[in-house]
């Protein structure tokens, strides 16, 4: 891979090592070179680009030509042995190999995640999914200028999609857990994604985490209103719904061995900081609501702590079970 746009725009130059380019001039060059692999882009748009929140000085084009150099010699050669970077009056063309743009990876990865998908093959589609997502080093061509912005968009776009293919194909092979990691990083990333967090609430849900699921659409809510001003949408008041429905089945809060568990299990308790704090080893009191169930072992019945939603931004808390003997 030679060079790498899904984060600080890296390359492998002549000399074997890998060089972060920074947020220069001949960066925006390269990048907008990028944006437009084996195609000739015009001297005005190189310029345009480079020089975008300013007018560009009487000397652009003489500088455009001193970074080109620039890059022709940090650049290595094609196979073929012919220029990196071609030029004919007026115009500039980065010649790019199939695989040598680490987009060309996700795109490949993304194409194997949807034949596998299509053959019933999840588990290698989460695979696939998973190595594209790797390839993301953090906000493409970051720190570039706004003239960038739309092929920024359509990338980031693209991390997006492919999150919620891992989350999809996660809660099809039944990883639920690892479905709810990927879910909470969605909705970390993105808070206005209503999909998201309905989909967070049922994983919640199926497996018995419902204080969680409350929590998550509280803060939802909270954070729509506080954003937007809307109260949440359909599918979000659908998933509210659902989760608000009689637990039927075992709570799976309960500990993996609940037959080497002596007595009752603590309930855990966030710690508070400043006057919150209580007396006893800064815990502090907090609203409690209670559910019902049958444990697995059927001698004791278990009932689910709800506690009080966080505010958006806090640490999402942890069920909380207490097994009370019959």
């Not at 030679?2 to 890998?18: C, I």
Request: proline content about 9%.
């Amino acid at each position: 891979m030679l060079f790498r746009v899904l984060g600080p725009v890296e390359v492998h130059g002549r000399d074997g090592e890998v060089h972060r380019l920074g947020v220069g001039k001949p960066a925006t060059v390269l990048a907008t070179l990028l944006v437009h692999p084996n195609a000739w882009v015009s001297t005005s748009t190189l310029i345009d680009a480079t020089w975008h929140e300013a007018a560009p000085p009487g000397s652009a084009r003489a500088n455009l030509k001193t970074y080109i150099w620039q890059l022709r010699r940090l650049l290595p050669s094609p196979d073929d042995g012919l220029p990196r970077i071609e030029s004919v009056p007026g115009r500039y063309r980065l010649r790019v190999a199939p695989g040598e743009l680490d987009t060309d990876h996700v795109a490949h990865h993304a194409a194997r995640a949807r034949a596998a998908a299509q053959a019933g093959d999840v588990a290698t589609a989460i695979d696939a999914v998973t190595a594209a997502l790797r390839l993301w080093r953090g906000r493409p061509f970051e720190g570039l200028p706004d003239a960038l912005d739309d092929a920024t968009d359509r990338l980031t776009q693209l991390y997006h999609r492919l999150r919620d293919d891992l989350a999809d194909a996660q809660l099809a092979l039944g990883r639920t857990r690892d479905a709810v990691r990927t879910l909470r990083a969605i909705t970390a990333d993105d808070p206005l994604r209503e999909g998201a967090w309905a989909r967070l609430m049922r994983a919640l849900h199926a497996l018995g985490r419902y204080a969680e699921a409350a929590c998550a659409y509280e803060r939802a809510r909270r954070i729509l209103a506080a954003e937007l001003g809307v109260p949440p949408g359909r599918e979000l008041t659908a998933a509210r719904r659902e989760v608000d429905r009689p637990a039927t089945g075992p709570v799976r809060e309960l500990p993996r061995h609940p037959a080497r568990v002596v007595g009752p299990v603590p309930i855990r308790l966030a710690e508070a900081d400043g006057a919150a704090a209580g007396r006893h080893g800064g815990e502090a009191a907090r609203p409690v609501r209670a559910r019902s169930g049958s444990s697995p072992d059927g001698r004791c019945r278990c009932r689910r702590v709800r506690p009080a939603c966080p505010a958006p931004g806090s640490p999402a808390p942890a069920a909380d079970v207490v097994r009370v003997r019959r």
